[in-house]
């Protein structure tokens, strides 16, 4: 979407002649009119899969993650409908089929898995919503393969273009436009008129009274769900002239879509719309006003437009904490214990067998070989790189959905420094520190949200930076990254890189283990555990939750920096959603419940993705069903679900020793 | 004497590893208002969540008109004639009050001896509701509020009424209209199980009254399930 909006500015702005000023003025404002609406156009898709995952957000408390891959399945089945069958038939049944297939996927979705963690904390669901991500790409790619697949126009008059002050614009976006504001149409009346949309709105606001009223919520939700889906797949569609479909569709959109959903706030559909219109008309404008004007001044503009919609964002938040039109959100009773069980800080015995442990795994490079080494290291960055999310989500009680951030901060901040000429040790410490600024930066902004917001605030603030890196060629060498950074000569030895990369990463490790057992961790899981009485005996729980947060980020940016070295060149990869979704992955599959579930959890995620990676092209789709496997089955992860049956076991016992046949 | 609407026998209840209720027994008789009262944090309120289903760790046995409930789903619950009235009201502040009345809405379960519930019925029962129907329900006041969630309740025909608090933070004078409209539903024929702190509200209502105490029934109808109660402590 984004280079198409660009290059149709380009043709827009081409043929200008350097003659009266009044013509140059009319010019310039044919080329923001046209610009505007080709904004407008792109947002009527927008609006339909954000109007989606809204509809599906308010009743089931889910941020779908896959909606933007349920678009991508739209464009390539309405162009598989509109290949097979010619004319303009093909054409419109490409788009009933695409909505139709895309409710199906949603309604099979939803009835397999989601059904089954509808209770379960947010980070847990944003993380299996993901694995549906990774499975739906490896299903596009056996299905379509990995090129684009450009669809046919829109059939008759419609593929047709119109003048605007001498510039030609496709009836195409025109149309997108009048069916976007339709679909707005539709969807209230939808919402305000019938009965079905009544219980949506009356369980959007409190689903347990709505259930107390016999409203039964697996019919609604699943509704719900193949409605949202189905207009995520005519999105699609409908973008099938306008765009190739592509396997980059997915993220590329759900980025955006989160956006819009949060400026207009959860759960409202004209939110949604005001939020579509508004991003869409300011990423335009971006580009029109970059075009329009001449100069250094105009590049900045264009290439604006990633970063000003999170910019957008990041505003309406801060003054509307809710959004434009949301409502703060009924506590939905979570079943936190899913993912830990709160307990006391570990004690000292468990940091002397850690201790054991990593002597243990010091002796390693005697017996490895440099393969085996790169690994190993893969593996010692992983573990603080896990830990440091963990210590987020643990102690802190709040969500990251862009720890990534801080990693590849740290990364880029090191090679930087390296590149300048730093020494070794001031490029590490060059790249904590940027990651410690960053940390405390987004920290402020992002820790005085809750829940669902502040974890798709993180995932912006990642973006943000994210586009940023990938785009400023001068500095960060762009889509390309940095290369040569290498640690000195002493390092250069794999094996004893590894174990340079293990002291530092343990020592980051035991620092945040050690912070448990210290005040600021005692205070930080009062906080976590009862806000309201933590602050009533005077505990600042903002300031705890923003310092907890800060430690977070900066370890993950030692984390990077080691990561950045052990490579040699880095690119924006390291800071992009995957990685931050690998972070929780990691975390999630050893387990919130004890001190070493992130390193088990990150080891074993590490060993695997290698091995998966070595093994099959659908790499993808083989980690998600892992993931979905982990959720679905061991919410508390490998080393948490062990524990708590150890645990178990150990009451059982108790109890058949005093009092038989008692108890629950 | 007639077999019981809804039978409870050694209902526990639990939240995370705190047990909350304690080997509750009791039933409530088709057409009796039976009060369950108790102080603050008695378990009130989680018992009567308990019978609708809205507690996850319950164990014990909840019948109603002979068929076993609990487990059930709550909206399962509520088409098989049962109907919860929340003591925060839980109203749809977002709906107006004719949406909301909509929104309980159901048809009576087979069989069921209650008069059908009609929007005209209910604005007889409360005039007031009728005034404010385009009235979004976050606008209304506590006492309107209160008739509204249990009118709310009765759109959806139950023939058990499960009354959490319904006089908590009202004035008097509305907790007597209160009072007057509890009467006017026994006479319709619905039986009732309040929970109240409130004695004069419960001497006006009450056919008989069980007293909880930190989630122990104190005062037994019947008198050979005392044992039982003891041993669970």
């Given amino acids: ?664 | 004497m007639n077999a019981p609407l809804l039978s409870v026998r050694d209902l526990s209840l639990w939240y995370g590893r705190a047990q909350a209720l304690f080997g509750l027994v009791f039933d409530v008789m088709p057409g009796e208002v039976l009060v369950l009262a108790g102080r603050n944090g008695a378990g009130k309120t989680s018992t009567l969540r308990a019978i609708m289903g809205l507690v996850p760790r319950v164990s014990g046995e909840i019948v109603y008109a002979g068929r076993p409930i609990r487990g059930m789903a709550p909206h399962a619950i509520a088409r098989l004639g049962v109907g919860y009235v929340p003591e925060d009201r839980r109203i749809f502040t977002e709906l107006t009050v004719a949406e909301n009345l909509e929104a309980g809405r159901k048809p009576a379960p087979v069989g069921s001896p209650i008069r059908p519930w009609t929007i005209e019925r209910i604005h007889t029962l409360f005039p007031k509701l009728a005034e404010l129907s385009d009235r979004p329900g976050g606008a209304l006041s506590g006492g309107e509020q209160q008739m509204l969630t249990l009118a709310r309740t009765l759109m959806g025909n139950p023939q058990l009424l499960l009354l959490d608090e319904p006089s908590e933070g009202l004035a008097p004078l509305v907790v007597e209209r209160i009072a007057e409209t509890v009467r006017e539903l026994k006479r319709e024929g619905l039986t009732i199980l309040l929970s109240e702190q409130n004695a004069r509200f419960t001497e006006a209502v009450a056919d008989r009254v069980l007293w909880l105490e930190r989630g122990v029934l104190q005062n037994l109808i019947d008198n050979d399930t005392t044992d039982k109660n003891e041993k669970n402590r």
């Fill in chain 1, 1 to 664: 979407m984004q280079d198409a909006g660009g290059l149709k500015g380009k043709l827009a702005g081409r043929n200008r002649r350097p003659a009266m000023r009044l013509d140059m003025l009319r010019s310039a404002m044919s080329a923001f009119l046209i610009q505007s609406l080709n904004g407008l156009a792109s947002a009527a898709s927008l609006f339909l899969v954000a109007a989606g995952l809204t509809l599906i957000f308010g009743v089931t408390r889910i941020v779908n993650f896959a909606h933007g891959s349920f678009y991508m399945l739209g464009v390539y089945i309405a162009w598989t409908v509109a290949e097979g069958v010619s004319g303009a038939g093909g054409f419109w049944a490409g788009l009933a089929a695409a909505a139709l297939v895309a409710a199906l996927v949603g309604v099979t979705v939803e009835t397999l898995i989601l059904r089954r963690i509808y209770q379960a904390p947010e980070l847990l669901q944003l993380t299996a919503t993901f694995a549906l991500v990774l499975i739906l790409k490896d299903v596009a790619l056996a299905v379509w393969g990995p090129e684009d697949r450009l669809g046919p126009r829109a059939p008759g008059v419609l593929g047709g273009a119109v003048e605007f002050g001498g510039r030609a614009f496709p009836v195409w976006d025109l149309c997108l436009i009048a069916i976007g504001v339709a679909m707005l149409g539709l969807l209230t009346w939808l919402t305000r008129r019938t009965r079905f949309g009544l219980l949506v709105r009356a369980a959007t606001e409190d689903r347990e009274m709505a259930a107390a009223l016999g409203v039964n919520e697996r019919w609604l939700f699943t509704g719900v769900f193949a409605l949202g889906s189905a207009l995520a797949g005519l999105a699609g569609a409908l973008q099938m002239p306008r765009e190739p479909a592509s396997l980059a569709l997915d993220l590329a959109l759900i980025a955006d879509v989160f956006v819009v959903v949060v400026i207009g706030g959860l759960g409202s559909i004209p939110g949604a719309f005001v939020a579509a219109v508004l991003v869409s008309l300011v990423k335009a404008w971006c580009i029109a006003l970059g075009q329009v004007s001449v100069g250094a001044l105009s590049l900045d503009l264009t290439k604006l437009t990633l970063v000003a919609e999170f910019l957008v964002m990041a505003a309406v938040l801060l003054v509307r904490p809710n959004g434009l039109f949301g409502r703060p959100l009924r506590h939905v009773p979570v079943d936190r214990e899913a993912l830990y069980e709160p307990r006391p800080a570990p004690s000292a015995r468990v940091l002397t067998g850690l201790a054991v442990a990593l002597a243990a795994v010091t002796v390693l490079p005697v017996v490895l070989d440099d393969y085996s080494a790169v690994l190993a290291t893969d593996m010692a960055v992983a573990a603080l790189f896990a830990t440091s999310l963990a210590f987020i989500i643990g102690p802190g009680g709040m969500g990251s959905f862009g720890h990534a951030a801080y990693f590849g901060l740290g990364a880029y901040g090191a090679a930087l420094a390296a590149q300048a000429g730093w020494s070794f040790g001031a490029a590490l410490a060059a790249g904590l520190a940027l990651a410690a600024l960053a940390a405390v930066l987004f920290g402020a902004l992002s820790v005085r949200l809750s829940g669902t917001y502040m974890a798709m605030l993180t995932l912006a603030f990642a973006q943000i930076v994210w586009s940023v890196v990938f785009q400023w060629d001068a500095v960060t060498g762009g889509s390309n990254g940095l290369t040569g950074v290498w640690p000195p000569e002493a390092l250069s030895d794999r094996n004893r890189f590894y174990l340079f990369a293990l002291a530092l990463c343990a020592a980051g490790v035991l620092l945040l283990a050690w912070l448990n057992l210290t005040p600021f961790g005692h205070a930080l899981r009062a906080v976590r555990d009862a806000r309201v009485k933590a602050e009533a005996i005077g505990l600042p729980a903002t300031r705890f939750t923003w310092a907890a947060f800060t430690v977070g980020g900066t370890l993950a940016g030692l984390a990077g920096a080691v990561y950045a070295f052990s490579k040699g060149s880095i690119s924006p990869d390291v800071l992009a959603i995957p990685r931050s979704v690998d972070a929780l992955v990691m975390v999630l599959l050893g387990g919130l419940n004890t001190l070493f579930g992130p390193v088990f959890g990150a080891v074993l995620f590490t060993w695997l993705a290698d091995g998966l990676a070595r093994t099959t092209e659908y790499w993808r789709a083989s980690l998600g069903i892992v993931i979905l496997a982990v959720v679905l089955s061991a919410p508390r992860g490998i080393m948490g679900t062990w524990g708590a049956w150890r645990a178990r076991r150990a009451r059982r016992a108790a109890r058949e020793g005093d009092m038989p046949g008692g108890g629950r």
